[in-house]
């Protein structure tokens, strides 16, 4: 099956965003409890690439499938799994890396490195952390997961806080999200 890109995400409504989160048919895993457990020998750098035994996955369709298979575990540690397997995956900061953000019809769309689309809200909070000299912020895309913002998307939310007063908080969903770090 070709891969097809995703359109813009400045051109898509409410709406349209919606479809294509539903469109996202991800494996339950949240339902499978696999006895069987191990190591996958992956991980997820600082900069969202991927890797196997220390070389980059280069298939975006290879990232986008194991991306729908990861779990974090209350105790922050990192998982694919299967039905039939658990393998742990070490990730330096954050599962994903958020591309771009668009706010339509108050509220903030996503994208994130794997082309999916994440609506921020009350099951998919924004987060600040760092400090005032290093601030990094946060969208959680599910399972525990989160993405990372990278300095274009942070600029971008940034812009929008700004445009929508001078306090540093953004609304979506229906939840105020403060982009400063506590």
Not at 148 to 176: C, F, H, K, P
Request: hydrophobic fraction near 35%; charged fraction near 25%; aromatic fraction near 8%.
């Amino acid at each position: 099956m070709v891969y097809t890109p995703p359109p813009e995400l400045a051109g898509l409504s409410l709406a349209q965003i919606a479809e294509q989160v539903e469109a996202r048919k991800l494996p339950p895993v949240e339902q499978w409890t696999p006895e069987q457990t191990g190591e996958s020998h992956m991980q997820i750098q600082e900069d969202g690439t991927w890797l196997h035994e220390g070389s980059p996955i280069s298939r975006p369709a290879m990232v986008r499938a194991f991306a729908g298979l990861l779990r974090r575990e209350d105790d922050g540690g990192y998982w694919l799994v299967t039905p039939f397997q658990k393998l742990s995956i070490e990730v330096e900061d954050a599962c994903f890396i958020a591309t771009d953000v668009s706010e339509t019809e108050g509220n903030l769309a996503f994208r994130i490195n794997t082309d999916e689309l994440v609506v921020a809200g009350p099951d998919n909070p924004i987060r600040a952390d760092g400090d005032a000299e290093k601030p990094r912020l946060y969208v959680h895309v599910r399972r525990g997961c989160e993405a990372r913002l990278n300095r274009s998307t942070y600029e971008q939310l940034a812009q929008i806080a700004l445009e929508n007063g001078e306090d540093w908080s953004v609304t979506s969903g229906g939840e105020r999200f403060s982009l400063l770090p506590a």
